[in-house]
């Protein structure tokens, strides 16, 4: 059975700091993961999606990378802001039949000016 | 451009009180359908998924059902609300099971069983 876990459960930075969120899962067989982020009491936004095949994604300060073999990715946050406060979650497809996504239970960070 | 409905954005309900949400996507046709259930301090629960008009799949047994009345609208119900109901629900579509282009997430029904 697909577990995802990520650390840290909790993150407080400065302004400034670069980051990286870790996601680990335990099933290599998967389709894709996917980064979002969730303001409290809000959807999730969906920052970036990495094919199986790939090996990372960027986007603006975001880089997220895959290594699937070992079931990990990160997610690496350049020159933090504190809009970028919130909870991220990774999420992984499974290559079953199911088209679920299962997801970690979220970083929530808290960038401080 | 694809988008997704969702509403109302807060609800405040009595217990035993009948519950209806809804979802609407825009700009695809032929979506997979999904409902989860996030509660205070606790992850994403998948509660139903649909593939087609009129096909559901539960995930967990409890006091809430869906159903799927049109090819892009998603509707979640209960006849009589518990307590344990109340949490964020989000409606989420993907096309190709979400192997392509991943998961959209609409922006959740925060409700309160009273």
């Known amino acids: 059975k697909q577990e995802v876990t990520q650390i840290p459960a909790a993150l407080s930075v400065p302004e400034g700091e670069n980051l990286v969120l870790n996601c680990s899962f335990t099933d290599s067989a998967i389709y894709n993961l996917q980064w979002f982020r969730q303001d409290p009491g809000k959807g999730l936004t969906s920052l970036l999606l990495i094919q199986s095949s790939q090996r990372e994604q960027t986007s603006g300060r975001l880089n997220a990378s895959l290594d699937k073999s070992s079931g990990r990715s990160t997610l690496y946050i350049a020159a933090s802001q504190p809009g970028d406060s919130a909870t991220y979650l990774c999420?992984?497809?499974?290559?079953?039949?199911?088209?679920?996504?299962?997801f970690g239970s979220g970083t929530r960070l808290l960038v401080r000016p | 451009s694809q988008t997704i409905h969702q509403w109302p954005a807060t609800l405040v309900q009595p217990v035993g009180s009948p519950l209806s949400l809804e979802c609407t996507v825009e700009g695809t046709s032929n979506p997979n359908l999904y409902w989860y259930r996030q509660a205070a301090g606790r992850g994403l629960q998948l509660l139903f998924y649909?593939?087609?008009?009129?096909?559901i799949s539960s995930e967990v047994p409890q006091n809430l059902s869906a159903s799927r009345p049109q090819d892009r609208q998603f509707i979640l119900s209960s006849k009589k609300l518990l307590l344990s109901d109340s949490g964020f629900y989000l409606c989420a579509w993907s096309v190709f099971g979400g192997s392509k282009d991943g998961y959209t997430f609409g922006s959740g029904t925060r409700l309160t069983v009273v």
């Open positions: 999420a992984v497809l499974p290559m079953d039949s199911s088209y679920k996504l299962i």
């Open positions: 649909s593939v087609g008009i009129g096909q």
